[in-house]
């Protein structure tokens, strides 16, 4: 299988939990237990035979401790032409910086926890904009968000619209203390609505 690193379609990008770090999951390159779908994955298609195999891309993750490329496999569908690759769970499509390191931005931001918001920033070399990026985007998102939520957690009580910081942070605590980890939760949201919690809405 070669490796294809410039995508000149659009490939579907779905999340499986990975339960590695992503340091892990690069040193075992090709020798990774990737998964293996019985289904098309394509929720048009879902036809019950296994997609086959269709070689990988290399995409970028930085995170805490490790920078690196990492092998993203790719699966084809020839009963409806679709071609997808699944994403370990500490990545967010379209984001080279790690789920982790997001969502640990925007919980200490909202939590008001500046120096340990400090310390991260300024170990992965953010500049603000990147900060800012992230809050506008969660922002946006906030309300496409709580409504996987509520589907997901019928019983959750979800803040109130009058005031969006308090609306972002009181979301964050629900998420963090609703799911544990944030790779859980990033992985149910993504089979949930088949999108991320920090995908653009104008692609959705
Ligand atoms: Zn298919």
Not at 96 to 117: D, E, G, K, M, R
Not at 164 to 170: D, G, P, S, T
Not at 175 to 199: C, D, E, L, P, W
């Amino acid at each position: 299988m070669g490796i294809l690193s410039c995508e000149v379609i659009i490939i579907m990008q779905l999340i499986f939990d990975s339960k590695t770090t992503p340091k892990q999951y690069y040193q075992c390159g090709y020798e990774y237990s990737f998964p293996k779908p019985h289904t098309c994955l394509h929720p048009d298609c879902k036809i019950p035979v296994p997609p086959r195999p269709h070689g990988y891309y290399i995409r970028n993750v930085i995170t805490l401790g490790f920078n690196g490329r990492i092998l993203i496999r790719r699966y084809y569908c020839k009963y409806c032409g679709h071609t997808f690759s699944y994403l370990p769970s500490f990545c967010l499509p379209y984001f080279q910086y790690s789920l982790v390191t997001i969502f640990l931005a925007l919980l200490w931001h909202y939590l008001n926890l500046i120096p340990l918001l400090k310390v991260l920033t300024s170990r992965l070399q953010w500049q603000r904009q990147h900060l800012q990026f992230y809050r506008r985007r969660f922002k946006a998102n906030l309300k496409f968000i709580k409504a996987v939520l509520r589907q997901m957690m019928p019983q959750v009580i979800l803040p109130k619209e009058d005031d969006i910081k308090k609306e972002a942070r009181k979301v964050l605590i629900i998420v963090k203390t609703g799911f544990g980890q944030i790779q859980a939760f990033s992985t149910r949201f993504f089979t949930q609505s088949n999108n991320t919690f920090m995908a653009s809405r104008k692609l959705a």
